[in-house]
Each structure stands twice: as structure tokens, then as C-alpha cells.
């Protein structure tokens, strides 16, 4: 019995060659845009469902590959008629669905709607409550904030909408890890529990550090006097200001070490800051410092190119 056939690619607006990266940003966009919290309009309902019944095939490789073997020259809409052989694979459901229900095109391809137990192939009556979607997000943390940890109140931008969070920040977290606020995701389907929402790190940039894994670094400008003489200088931290003692006759390119100044880890232990040095000559020495910076090429026996 022919169905009505569904562009996938299309729905999502996406190219058939596009990434599972591409097809996650392209659903979260246009699920933003559809989603019936936000969008009231006629319609809106049906796109969403239908954004994430294309999304439930894209973003799953098995369902992908099962689906781009039918071929590229199906249109939108078209009369469908599955080949021989396709009497519903049952291929397990994954987390895209959210708890809607799926065209007969889809559970013609795939079997019943995705796979749960006790469903029947044709039937939408007799679906069981299920989880809804989990979801992924992002948020920004300072070096402060993944340092020492702490909670805060944001307002984030989710498949579903904006809404707003108290996020416990766990101390030692890093770039990429991910937060879970349970039961904060898509709604259960027929009164199930909801989803998860993961909120995906990312440490926000910062001034005065680069991050290398738990450790920090940072560049420290001196003149040559207290390259040669050795000084000590204050050096920004995490913790605040500390004095950094810099040994006499230090070049540009070395780098101090300050134990435990750095990100913390999970596990307990701390990072360093690494001070890298850098040696900065005045670019324009008046009359008597030039006659000074003189009198030492005169008197010193220093020669920079045989060290």
C-alpha cells in the first residue's frame, strides 16, 4: 500500500552529505522555531513532529544508512511504495522522537512506531508512557567558576525554549564536561517522566590566561635590568595577586612555575600556573638612558649570540 514519501533532508533543510553536527544545530534551530510552548501559529504542531521524526532518522547512523539506501530521487510528498523486503525492521528507538507519533512512511521503513515493547505496527492507541527527549545545551563558566565551583541562576536557550535553571556548577569542571539536570528535558510521552537536560562546558575566555588542561599560563613582561638582576613582581591568579620572586639573569621564553595556582581537577588535585617570560626593551630611551644602555655595550663582555 503506498504512503506519502518524506524528504528527511528536506524537513531539516539540510544537504544529503551533511554531518551529525550540522543535522543536530539545523533540528535545535528549527525546533526552536516550531515548538508548540513558543509557536502558536496553525501548523506549528505538525512541523514540530515532523522535524523530529526527520531528526529521529538523521541523527541515528543505522536509520540513516537504511533510509539513504532508498535512494536520492524521491520527492517530497511523492506516492511511496516500500521494495520487497521492507516490512518494518523494528530498529530500536532512539531519543529524537520525544514522544510523538510517527508517519505511517516512517513506521513503514523502520516497523511499528520505532521499536517499543507491546506496541502494534499500525496502532497508535496502545502506546505505553515513555521518557521523553533528553536535550543539550551549552554553558559559559569563568576560570573562577571551575575553579571553586558554586551555584548560579541562568536563563539558557534549550530546544524547548528559554527557561530558567539553578545550576549547581561542581567544582574542577572542565571544557566539555557535561552538566545533567535530571528531569529538566522534553516532556514523557502518555505521562512518562521527562527527559534530561545536559548543559555542555565551556570555559569562557580570559584575559589573563590561556587554559592547558588543569593548568593556566600567563606572560610576564620585564625589562632587561630585571631580566639580569632578578625582582620580584606581582602576578594575577585565580586567587588573587601573589609575589612571583624571578631569579637573576633570566631570558626571554623561560617559564616559572607556581604549584597549585592552576584549575582544580575532580579528583583533587590542582593545576600550575606556568609564567612564561618576556623581555621588553623601551622603544624610545631618552638622552641620558641612551648614553647609560652606551656605556654597557662599551664595558660589557656579554656576547648574546654565543649563548
Known sequence: MPVTYKDYYAVLGVPRTASEDEIRKAFRKKAREFHPDVNKSPGAEDRYKELNEAYEVLKDPDKRKKYDTLGANWRQGEPFTPPPGWEGAGMPFGEGGGGFDFSDFFRTIFGGMGGFPGEQPQGRS????????????????????AARGGNRHIGLETPSGRRDYDVAIPKGVADGTRIRLSGQGAPGR??????????????????????????????????????????????????????????????????????????????????????????????????????LWEALAKTSTFEPRKH
Do not use: M, Y
Open 190 to 291: 502518555g505521562g512518562g517522566p521527562a527527559g534530561d537536560l545536559f548543559l555542555k562546558v565551556r570555559l569562557r575566555k580570559d584575559p589573563r590566561f590561556t587554559v592547558e588542561c588543569h593548568n593556566l599560563r600567563t606572560t610576564l613582561d620585564l625589562a632587561p635590568w630585571e631580566a639580569v638582576l632578578g625582582c620580584e613582581v606581582s602576578v594575577p591568579t585565580l586567587d588573587g595577586v601573589v609575589t612571583l620572586t624571578v631569579p637573576p639573569g633570566i631570558s626571554s621564553g623561560q617559564t616559572l612555575r607556581l604549584r597549585d595556582k592552576g584549575l582544580p581537577t575532580r579528583a583533587g588535585s590542582i593545576g600550575d600556573l606556568l609564567v612564561t617570560v618576556r623581555i621588553v626593551t623601551p622603544k624610545n630611551p631618552d638622552e641620558k638612558e641612551r648614553e
Open 126 to 145: 496502545s502506546r505505553r508512557p515513555g521518557k521523553g527527549q533528553d536535550q543539550e545545551t551549552e554553558i559559559e563558566v569563568s576560570l573562577e567558576e
